[in-house]
């Protein structure tokens, strides 16, 4: 049984906040754009009554704070951290919705005096934000507001029956003249250790010196520095998502000194986070540690592909205090974050020892719900890769990369690797929370923004690229598909409709071939190689017909959607949207020998997995699709989008050998290639880095981004053989009702293994913890014969494939007079399928590699 958990009524209605937004009450800065501010320090003290009896229990019964900020922010309570939260409230459109965190601080409030004190900085908010470069003539800082602000609502329940009420007003105390001099998710943070003011967040301090807080109506954005093209004040939810959290702590395994006074530790891995570092040295030294994910060939630190984010931390030394001669300092920043696995330290008196810093690692604290293990070492890594990739870009949106001046929520990347992110970890609180952000986004005319949240005007630039929507569509269907939670779709239904409507009322003929937005294709395809010998072009499918095929599977999705919602009318008129759309695809793109234009692996990897071929033309295809390799002396030459598409169509084609192939190959480009070369995280572009040539364009090369780890995907459903049910894609064409979800059974209610063996592998197992217990999947091939278990949690059904060069001599080892030989539902190439409940199975049989 699991441990007893705990939950309890948030604040469900505006009513119900009687807190009002606190912030600095000194004029603002004049320049434009606004300079970042020192962190604003805020306390306030209060009175909790002492038992009337002694002695006598605690007078507190329970004692809960809600509270959230524009901006970022830390709470303490009589000298303590509140809660494990960093970078809360976390990104949102502040503009429309901020989230609102709730701790138990119950074993922190005592009787007498205390002293609630937050620490407040410029977040999202206020500060930088990636890619503002981009927008001409536009700010570069405060795209939501010009000052940071808090709310907070602290409620005590005492053992008598009282409640004592604390909450942000005008009898808050403030000031900036703390130690945190400046702090940007992109620039860094700076830190005078020579301002500290001990005791600040306890009782007794004297804050006299300090200024009252401003205060500001929750009716009243114009004062909150709100844009005024946003009239509304923003909406306050409960954070429905797992937070940000440090995840946990890393060690570094060298430290070298490069050039005279430059050390430089290396972490063994890329991450995103910061570093605690203990300091040592006079007062008045700064300190400043630099961050990068690789070494120039010199060791020093590589930072050309950082762009306009230096992710530099600064920290002056107080010094000895007293006699305290080699006082030991503790630096740890507050409100930024960096992708990295190289600190650069420099400023120090002496060389550091190599244990004076330690990694942090932060992300949004998804449970892990996924293992693979193999056979081979290269495999295990490539996922182990992939996994750190994805947790590098999860500070509550799905970002594209944790270091350079970017950090944006991508929809199109996440819809590449959203099936994979599933299959690692427990996506469904984090697309709670992100989908939401996606709808916050949406132009009022029904495009979907390319990335969420958008700070930049969705109705005006980065809108309705193809690929980039659709993830407003695929992401929402692929988490009902894994968590059956049906409220998603409902709330996210008529957003998705609204995108679908908008695409095809401005391409009345059914080929999407206006208003693509960015349109940016198949992004990083094989044409954006530079290696010698490489083809210049002939990867990159021609960008009207990549959207096309994505407003076609769309539309199918929408009208799947429906029909999960008893929407039949909606369900019919998308069905037949969809085969339209199919039908003006083949027409306009198909010849009759199956031939595309641009002839590409990549557009009829898309065309074949969104079954938008008919049967007679998709062996031609299949052969144009394998013909592509030769091309490329048999290497793989897609981008973002058609990559998982080809390794999942070469699966259903039964040409898993080829798949296996191109996953196992170790050249370039290839999966292997970075793993073989140290990665530690998946790379951005196939060839971020080669021997002899070096790094690849520093205006986009990323050593942390996690779309061409989709291969994630295949190795769960492949070498593993895991599958959710999914109904879409199954018959062509398809104009009548699609299944609803009666005829299905979302959520892993029932689902799919089908190991496939291949690439040398001789064993491979894992599992997968759905919303209904855990998947267990694991085979390994010994002397001729193979062993497959499996375990199909309680209250699910499976259809299970067991590989075997002889399926009549298919034995169950756990219940043999249950399963006996020959009670295979059916047979199939390679295979004898079972339709089995729940328990635990150990299959035996002959396999021949």
């Not at 990549?546 to 999705?557: D, E, G, K, N």
Request: net charge negative; with cysteine.
């Amino acid at each position: 049984w699991s441990e007893p958990a705990r939950w309890s009524m948030g604040l469900l209605n505006p009513t119900d906040w009687h807190a009002s937004w606190i912030g600095d009450s000194a004029p603002l800065p004049s320049s434009e754009p606004p300079d970042p501010h020192p962190a604003l320090m805020l306390r306030k003290t209060f009175q909790v009554p002492a038992p009337q009896q002694q002695p006598a229990p605690t007078p507190v019964k329970r004692a809960t704070i809600y509270a959230t900020a524009l901006g970022l922010y830390e709470l303490r309570l009589n000298g303590q951290r509140v809660g494990d939260h960093v970078l809360a409230p976390e990104w949102t459109d502040y503009h429309k919705r901020v989230q609102y965190q709730t701790y138990d601080v119950t074993h922190l409030v005592r009787p007498g005096e205390n002293a609630l004190a937050a620490l407040l900085g410029d977040g999202w908010y206020c500060g930088r934000i990636g890619l503002a470069f981009a927008v001409p003539g536009g700010q570069t800082r405060a795209f939501y507001g010009r000052q940071p602000w808090l709310l907070a609502q602290l409620e005590i329940e005492l053992a008598d029956g009282h409640t004592i009420t604390v909450v942000s007003n005008d009898e808050w105390r403030v000031t900036n003249e703390g130690p945190i001099r400046a702090s940007d998710i992109l620039d860094g943070e700076g830190y005078d250790a020579r301002r500290e003011l001990p005791g600040w967040d306890a009782p007794g301090f004297d804050d006299s010196a300090w200024r009252p807080a401003k205060v500001c109506s929750l009716a009243s954005p114009q004062d909150l520095g709100l844009t005024t093209t946003h009239p509304a004040s923003p909406k306050l939810v409960a954070q429905p998502n797992e937070p940000i959290r440090v995840i946990r702590e890393i060690k570094p395994i060298a430290l070298t000194e490069p050039q005279r006074g430059v050390y430089v530790y290396d972490l063994g891995q890329n991450l995103a986070g910061w570093c605690r570092m203990k300091l040592s040295g006079p007062a008045g030294t700064t300190v400043t540690l630099r961050h990068a994910e690789v070494l120039n060939p010199d060791g020093t630190i590589y930072t050309a592909n950082l762009r306009g984010a230096p992710q530099t931390d600064q920290y002056t030394l107080r010094g000895p205090q007293g006699d305290g001669q080699g006082e030991v300092e503790v630096f740890e920043p507050h409100f930024t974050y960096h992708g990295f696995r190289y600190v650069e330290v420099i400023g120090l008196p002496e060389k550091p020892a190599p244990d004076a810093l330690v990694a942090r690692v932060i992300s949004s604290a998804a449970p892990v719900c996924g293992r693979f293990e193999c056979s081979n070492p290269l495999l295990n890594k490539l996922m182990e890769n992939i996994v750190w990739t994805q947790r590098a870009n999860m500070p509550s949106v799905p970002t594209d990369c944790p270091q350079r001046d970017e950090r944006l929520g991508w929809m199109g990347d996440i819809l590449a690797f959203s099936q994979a992110g599933m299959f690692n970890l427990d996506m469904a609180a984090f697309f709670t929370k992100w989908l939401p952000d996606v709808r916050d986004a949406q132009a009022d005319d029904g495009r979907y923004p390319d990335f969420a949240p958008h700070p930049f005007d969705p109705n005006v630039r980065f809108s309705a690229a193809p690929a980039w929507g659709d993830a407003g569509v695929f992401v929402p269907w692929r988490a009902y598909v894994n968590y059956a939670d049906q409220r998603l779709l409902a709330e996210h239904y008529e957003s998705a409709c609204r995108w679908i409507d908008w695409v095809q009322a401005n391409n009345p003929d059914l080929l999407w071939k206006n208003k693509r937005g960015n349109d940016y294709g198949d992004w990083l395809n094989a044409d954006t190689l530079k290696l010698e010998g490489w083809p210049a072009t002939g990867a990159a499918v021609p960008k009207e017909i990549f959207a096309t095929m994505f407003f076609a599977r769309s539309t199918q999705l929408v009208s799947q959607i429906a029909a999960v919602l008893g929407r039949d009318d909606d369900a019919r008129r998308y069905a037949r949207l969809a085969a339209d759309i199919r039908a003006a695809f083949l027409k306009a793109y198909v010849g009759p020998d199956g031939r595309m234009p641009g002839d590409t692996q990549a557009g009829y990897a898309i065309a074949l997995h969104f079954d938008l071929l008919p049967e007679d033309l998709r062996p031609a295809a299949v052969q144009h699709m394998l013909a592509g390799f030769e091309k490329y002396n048999g290497h793989i030459s897609t981008g973002f989008h058609s990559t998982i598409c080809m390794m999942n169509e070469l699966n259903r084609l039964g040409l898993v050998d080829e798949a296996y192939r191109l996953l196992m190959n170790r050249g370039m480009p290839s999966w292997l290639y970075p793993v073989e070369h140290g990665a530690t995280t998946i790379w951005e572009r196939w060839d971020a880095y080669v021997d002899g040539r070096g790094f690849q364009d520093p205006g986009m090369n990323s050593f942390s981004h996690y779309a061409f780890g989709c291969v994630g995907e295949w190795m769960y459903r492949t070498i593993l053989g895991i599958n959710p049910d999914d109904p879409t894609g199954a018959e062509p064409g398809r104009t009548e009702m699609p299944p609803t979800a009666e005829a299905w059974r979302p959520g892993y209610k029932h689902f799919t293994l089908r190991p496939r063996p291949g690439g040398g592998l001789t064993w491979a197992g894992g599992e997968y913890h759905s919303i209904h217990g855990k998947i267990v999947s694991h085979w390994r091939i010994e002397n001729g014969r193979l062993a497959y278990e499996c375990t199909i949690p309680a209250n699910t059904t499976a259809t299970v494939y067991v590989p075997t060069s002889d399926p009549a001599s298919v034995r169950e080892e756990i219940d043999p007079e249950a399963l006996p030989p020959g009670s295979a539902t059916r047979t199939e190439a390679g295979a004898a399928v079972f339709e089995l409940g729940a328990g635990s199975y150990r299959f035996t049989c002959p396999y021949s590699l």
